[in-house]
């Protein structure tokens, strides 16, 4: 079948100026992400970038607009992020310089992690500290909300084939509400929404490189650090996860970022935001394998349910959570231990 994009793209890159130096012959796919985007690799005799990535948006379906305003936040703020060398706007192409093959997700051990966590929470610090009102979308309780709702609707009804009942619908309602307030309360700054060791690219000066951006909003100063610290695709016992948490709220406080002076009050937040955030990642997951026929992401429910599990056990505000999880899954507990 042909492929109309790429065929575009071809030809789009022939039309560039000469002194880029492409070689268009060596274009390949780079990767493909959860949305309708694509990235291909080629390469140039360019002395200066001898790789370069092709973003492929399809304008009926992507808006590369974003992507564009992001990165200038980001470059400003000091953060290494893919500098746009050309772009074709009404066709969804972007001529972008190449951050490399070296996910954090590749190479991350126990021996480097504490430096590369330390890079990405430099990063992070540093967005943050950039932060003002007004250049982003603001992560509002509308869209908090709806990504609460695909929860119930794709992971629960689709995925594990369990309808609320009317009392579980009202308890699961209640915990939403619980999850809000705490969330809308939180101190505001700019929040990248997919901070993790897929999207962290690990490069030689000013690491990491950053990924995936195009979707920064406004709102809770821990989401991205839950995002780092429970990753969907990597995971770290609750001892190093508990220090990674210390180590950015202490430089965080250094700096003056709005962090809670209580760790516990501030630790607090980080889980209830990573139970937001993992509650919406079960739903978008599984609705990428069940609307989008990526089965992939199935592989990856098992660890985010174990984060959302021992967050909703650790509070009681969340019981009926973990009762709702346990109908949903047949999990029958021992007599006398009940949530």
Not at 180 to 201: C, G, T, W
Not at 202 to 213: R, S, V
Request: with cysteine.
């Amino acid at each position: 079948m042909q492929d109309i994009r790429l065929e575009q793209i071809r030809f789009w890159l022939k039309s560039l100026p000469k002194d880029l130096q492409l070689i268009p012959e060596t274009l390949e796919s780079a990767s493909s992400d959860a949305s309708f985007r694509r990235y291909f690799r080629l390469q140039s005799r360019h002395s200066e970038h001898s790789s370069l990535i092709v973003m492929d948006a399809p304008p009926e379906k992507e808006n590369i607009l974003p992507f564009i305003q992001v990165a200038e936040l980001c470059s400003e703020a000091g953060i290494l992020v893919p500098k746009i060398v050309h772009q074709n706007q009404e066709s969804g192409f972007l001529l972008l310089t190449d951050l490399g093959k070296s996910t954090y997700l590749s190479i991350l051990t126990p021996q480097n992690a504490p430096s590369l966590y330390k890079d990405a929470a430099n990063s992070l610090i540093k967005m943050q500290l950039s932060s003002t009102e007004n250049r982003l979308p603001v992560y509002d309780l509308l869209l908090l909300q709806k990504e609460l709702d695909l929860f119930p609707e794709w992971f629960l009804n689709k995925h594990l084939g369990y309808s609320l009942n009317s009392k579980e619908n009202d308890s699961l309602k209640q915990v939403f509400k619980i999850l809000l307030e705490n969330i809308s309360a939180q101190p505001k700054v700019y929040v990248h929404r997919d901070f993790h060791s897929r999207n962290l690219m690990h490069t030689e000066k000013n690491n990491p490189g950053i990924l995936d951006f195009q979707d920064a909003v406004f709102g809770p100063i821990t989401y991205d650090l839950a995002s780092l610290l429970r990753d969907a695709y990597i995971e770290w016992d609750e001892e190093t996860q508990l220090d990674y948490v210390v180590r950015y709220w202490e430089s965080a406080r250094k700096v003056g970022l709005p962090v809670r002076a209580d760790f516990s009050e501030f630790y607090k937040d980080f889980e209830w935001m990573g139970l937001q955030r993992h509650l919406k990642v079960l739903g978008i997951f599984a609705r990428l394998y069940h609307r989008d026929g990526k089965p992939s992401y199935v592989n990856d429910l098992p660890l985010v349910l174990k984060y959302t599990r021992k967050v909703a056990e650790r509070y009681s505000a969340f019981k009926p959570l973990v009762r709702i999880l346990d109908s949903a899954q047949h999990i029958q507990r021992p007599e006398g231990f009940t949530f």
